[in-house]
């Protein structure tokens, strides 16, 4: 029986590669960080690292429409090698809960798509949008996403501890509803919390490891 991770971030792949998808997000290190101080399981998952850069740039155009057709299908249909490998670690690491992290743009269809295949995967699994920059009904609505916590408000990483915490029923139980900066849907019906903007104490910040 393989141990349950408390909480996956997932660094959400985008469809072609980059130099720049290898690069380590400071805001999921940060979170991760502060999950573990507080008894978490959690692990940094990032869905583009694929054990090397794989390019999709072609010189021959008609080539290269031609490769970029059938990875994009791959991509939407979830048979694409990413998704192949993040089956492969949520299977691995069995997380309870998923937080996805859509960090541009171009990662907002690919976020949808990791809670999807999360929900496909694991058994009871909670799926998070984390650190979303407006659309939240977009992010919010599709079946397969649980929650969804709105972000460059300041205090996002303790916004996420206590929301796993209720998730996980760990010390106090913070009523949805009184949790800042939060989507969920209720019997249907979309639910957004009061704002929070700012963070009153910096030195809550943990030094990460």
Known sequence: MVKKLDVLFVRAPQLIDEPAS??????????V????ENGLSSMYYSA????????????????????????TKSFLNLSHPKWRKMKYILKKYNPAIVVIYPH???????????????????????????NV????DYF???????????????DT???????????KGMKKTYELKKIPN???????KIIHTNVRTLLEDLNKYPIPN
């Open 182 to 188: 939060l989507s969920f849907k209720n019997k249907g």
């Open 48 to 71: 583009d690292f694929m054990g090397k850069y794989r390019s999709t740039i072609i010189d021959n155009i008609e080539k290269r429409e031609e490769i970029l057709k059938k990875e």
């Open 140 to 154: 919010i609505s599709p079946p397969y996403v649980d929650f969804v916590i709105k972000g460059n408000y300041g």
């Open 157 to 167: 990483e303790y916004i996420t501890l206590k929301l796993v915490k209720h998730i």
């Open 133 to 136: 920059l407006g659309i939240y």
């Open 104 to 130: 541009k743009s171009y990662n907002y269809t690919s976020s949808l798509l990791a809670a999807k295949l999360a929900k496909k995967v694991l058994n009871n699994v909670t799926t998070i949008i984390w």
């Open 33 to 36: 960080t502060i999950l573990e």
């Open 22 to 31: 290898y690069s380590i997000l400071p805001e999921g290190i940060k979170l």
